[in-house]
């Protein structure tokens, strides 16, 4: 299913973070993610020290500027010879991760000035904060907010994984994600794993002070019409509900 990782140079011997981008490349006359892609990566190199990407290869159209740009960048790669979708992705990428800092990124979102040290500082600084994440440009709750500065989420509330930053102590506590969730296309996935930590007595931290540009969807609205988007959704959050019920 997987082939085995590839590593380039330069990279850290223990990066400070890991930063995990699941993709499947589509180019077609509405979307091309490899471009996305692209943008993501430079982004990355351009605002970023101290790290290493895990790039999730799952297929779909080849883009030899992705390989250029990661050449050029601490990287792993893992060549997957079909779509495993996000969250079987992320836990294969997690198997990977030795940074103390770990961040799980979409292949539509872009880093800003400053990133990474603004999502750490809340993890280091407030006991028993496990995540972390920032504002965003895609609609949802993240931007809608009226937040402009850090703050511990109250309970119930959650963070979405298009950018979030996990402490190696929450990971190592917490496990992967629930693998119940890949058949959603990540749906529900961030909401249970959130539910989860704060379950276990670690809180969630919104960077207000840091918006980390998003277009949401990108990929899942190449591949599913919005009937099958909504119906998926819903099933998702019903699952949640399910096993928070069952304490799982």
């Known amino acids: 299913m997987a082939a085995a990782p590839h590593a380039a140079a330069p990279r850290a011997a223990v990066p400070h973070y890991d930063i995990i981008i699941p993709h ?13 892609a692209v943008n993501c990566l430079e982004s990355i190199r351009q605002h970023s020290e101290d790290y290493r990407v895990i790039f999730v290869d799952n297929g779909g159209e080849p883009s030899n500027y992705i390989a ?16 495993l979708g996000f969250v079987r992705s992320v836990n294969q990428a997690l198997m990977l991760s030795t940074a103390p800092y770990v961040v799980l990124m979409n292949n539509d979102a872009e880093a800003a000035p400053g990133w990474l040290g603004m999502l750490r500082t809340p993890l280091e600084e407030i006991p028993r904060c496990g995540i972390s994440g920032p504002r965003s440009t895609d609609g949802g709750w993240q931007t809608r907010t009226k937040i402009r500065h850090t703050a511990i989420l109250p309970p119930g509330h959650m963070l979405a994984f298009f950018c ?9 506590e917490l496990g992967p994600q629930d693998e119940a969730f890949a058949p959603y296309e990540g749906f529900g996935g961030d909401d249970h794993y959130c539910a989860m930590a704060q379950r276990k007595n670690w809180s969630l931290a919104l960077v207000g002070e840091l918006v980390i540009p998003h277009r949401r969807r990108t990929t899942m609205r190449a ?11 819903v099933a998702a959050l019903a699952k949640v509900r399910e096993m928070v019920e069952r304490g799982r």
């Open 68 to 83: 250029a740009v990661l050449s050029t960048m601490p990287h792993l790669l893992i060549r997957n010879t079909e779509n």
């Open 164 to 172: 979030a930053m996990f402490s190696r102590d929450c990971l190592d």
């Open 24 to 36: 499947y490349g589509i180019a077609n006359a509405d979307v091309n993610t490899n471009v996305l």
């Open 223 to 233: 591949l599913h019409s919005e009937a099958e988007i909504h119906d998926m959704q």
